[in-house]
């Protein structure tokens, strides 16, 4: 469990904060209004994070950094300052005080998330990096040299994962350049970070050492797919552990593998991790045997390793996430509304020609009534997909309420062929749609009306369009069902 401390003498802001931890994995929330109150309070434990306001009563967030820096436990402890945007002078201040990061008011949830995330991953690898030198240094025989160069190969991985001007792919490329100087050094390794793909590994990165002349242009290719059977990883996937080979020429069964035999390589180190429902592979491998044999060290140097690529990844897909859910309607996995309207206003600032149509369904709260609300969402389902999937070109299906759907035409040539085209989101509504049974026997049938509109000749900006095409939606309902009716007429 990684504990935050959070001090803000603004309760509203506070208590936000507070909820936005406190919903993190393993993470607890110490609020204080006071910061005198919270260095009390931490006086003797162990803390993971402080994000501190800075216009508090003294000691201010610049006084706050400037203490917990001095206190030795705390040296290294992210801190995040909270400020406005316009702060510039106050962000100076505290990064020559002591600070990590900064949050800008008033906070944005999904950037909140996303960095606190990340100060607490990094914290608790740190930790992890200590725990594992401590522990090695004590058991290796040689353990002088060894601990010298595993204590300088974490600290430039350390420094890599906390250099803030390396973003996604560039850090992703900087850990596998350095884990490939640093597994071994004085000997010449390559590095590659793969995908498994069903039956397949696919190469998702990779590092050369250009001082090795060894052909390596289609064994490090990105995008390369090779069988899971014929790898040596074949017999890590299983386990997710770290396994090295100081000559794999010694282990007759890995050296059979067609894929080992058509690389060449002797040393070989390898790792699985798994983030955002997905199996991911690191390869280590030197045309040479190994100079000194791999340690307990070098197994913990990938391990954690392959933790901070987890934790990437794992960071990535959640950010990935939330901007889907955030765009996209939670039922039907189509745009929202939101979504929709700044769609429909991108398309008329690039043409004048943009038809929208709101599909509205006829009487379904009918379909609620007889069948039930849960039938009622599966049918909501069907048509969507149905909708979508008569999408062409440039054409955006959305839902913009709880029984209607809009389409979106960009590049609308005209009413006739907008109808045209109208016309063949109507047929969806020709069969019935099936409840979502478990056998797929169960059907409801149910009707649809359509209201559309076109710039310019409708409305002028897209808001104003679509209040026209959800009003004669309404009036093409009253005129019975399965109606296509334009604004202003045919």
Not at 38 to 59: K, Q, T, V
Not at 188 to 216: C, M, N, P, T, W
Request: hydrophobic share 45%; aromatic share 6%; proline share 3%.
């Amino acid at each position: 469990m990684q504990h935050v401390v959070i001090v803000d003498d603004d309760r509203l802001n506070l208590d936000l904060e507070t909820g936005i931890v406190d919903s993190l994995r393993d993470t607890v929330a110490h609020p204080f209004l006071s910061s005198a109150e919270a260095l009390n309070w931490c006086e003797g434990r162990d803390i993971d994070c402080f994000i501190l306001d800075h216009y508090m009563p003294s000691p201010d967030g610049i006084e706050m950094i400037r203490i917990i820096r001095r206190i030795a436990r705390f040296s290294l402890v992210p801190i995040v300052i909270v400020t406005g945007s316009h702060e510039r002078e106050v962000r100076r201040r505290a990064l020559r005080a002591g600070a990590n990061d900064f949050i800008e008011k008033p906070v944005d949830y999904q950037e909140f998330v996303a960095r606190v995330s990340t100060l607490l991953a990094l914290q608790d690898a740190r930790k992890r990096l200590e725990m594992n030198v401590e522990r090695l240094e004590a058991s290796l025989v040689d353990a002088e040299v060894r601990s010298r160069e595993h204590a300088e190969r974490l600290e430039a991985l350390w420094r890599i994962v906390n250099n803030p001007s390396l973003r996604d792919e560039e850090l992703l490329l900087a850990m596998l350049r350095q884990g490939a100087s640093a597994i071994r050094p004085g000997q010449i390794f390559h590095s590659l970070l793969s995908r498994i793909d069903g039956s397949e590994i696919v190469v998702e990165a990779s590092y050369r050492d250009d001082r090795d002349e060894q052909q390596l242009d289609t064994v490090l290719a990105v995008g390369r797919r090779t069988p899971v059977e014929d790898s040596a990883l074949i017999d890590v996937l299983p386990t997710g552990s770290v396994r090295t080979w100081d000559d794999v020429l010694t282990d007759d069964r890995i050296a059979a593998r067609s894929r080992v035999r058509e690389v060449g390589w002797r040393s070989l180190v390898l790792a699985s991790f798994n983030a955002g429902g997905v199996t991911y592979a690191l390869t280590f491998g030197a045309f040479l045997p190994t100079q000194k044999p791999f340690g307990p060290q070098d197994h913990a140097y990938v391990e954690i390793l392959a933790a901070l690529f987890a934790t990437h990844f794992q960071q990535r897909w959640q950010a990935e996430r939330i901007q889907f859910q955030l765009q996209h309607d939670s039922l039907t996995g189509l745009l929202n509304r939101v979504q929709a309207r700044a769609a429909g206003r991108a398309a008329l600032r690039a043409s004048s020609n943009v038809g929208i149509a709101i599909v509205d369904i006829d009487r379904f709260q009918d379909v609620n009534a007889v069948h039930g609300h849960i039938i009622g969402d599966a049918v909501l389902v069907e048509v969507a997909a149905a909708l979508a999937g008569q999408a062409v070109d440039d054409e955006i299906v959305a839902r913009v309420g709880g029984d209607s759907f809009s389409v979106l035409f960009p590049s609308a040539q005209s009413r006739q062929s907008m109808a045209n085209r109208l016309a063949i989101y109507q047929s969806v509504f020709e069969r019935p749609f099936s409840t979502g049974d478990r056998e797929g026997k169960e059907t409801v049938r149910v009707f649809a009306s359509i209201g559309a509109a076109i710039a310019p000749d409708d409305a002028a900006s897209f808001d104003e369009l679509l209040l026209r095409a959800e009003a004669v939606a309404i009036d093409a309902k009253a005129a019975g069902p399965g109606r296509i009716v334009f604004a202003g007429g045919p």
